[in-house]
């Protein structure tokens, strides 16, 4: 089993920064893409960020040039950095891995349990 654990969210003011971090612990072989996922009240889940294993990103357009996704892969971990932001972003952010595990050495999709990012005007 992988488990996914999200840090960083909070409240912050309109214009502010945020930092989320998700780092995944568990039965690992590699990781391949890994991302964040938001999702407002009343909203579908939207992908904001997604960074392949060598380190190509793309993004939504909402939030490109305000957010950076990067990654550590010593760390399993993945985080966005968030600038400039706008009450439009308060959503619950959900990190993802797309994990081969190191027992069966198949492939899937795991999930963290959900930051909150407020923003407020």
């Known amino acids: 089993q992988v488990q996914l654990v999200e840090s960083g969210g909070g409240l912050v003011q309109t214009g502010g920064s945020l930092r989320v971090s998700c780092t995944a612990s568990g039965s690992i072989f590699s990781i391949n893409a890994m991302g964040w996922y938001r999702q407002a009240p009343g909203n579908q889940r939207e992908l904001v960020a997604h960074i392949t294993r060598s380190g190509s990103t793309n993004y939504a357009d909402s939030v490109k040039g305000r957010f950076t996704i990067s990654r550590d892969n010593a760390k399993n971990s993945v985080y966005l950095q968030m600038n400039s932001l706008k009450p439009e972003d308060t959503a619950v952010y959900y990190c993802?891995?797309?994990?081969?595990?190191?027992?069966?050495?198949?492939?899937?999709?795991?999930w963290g349990q959900g930051t909150q990012v407020t923003v407020s005007s």
């Open positions: 993802y891995a797309d994990v081969r595990d190191g027992f069966s050495f198949k492939t899937r999709d795991y």
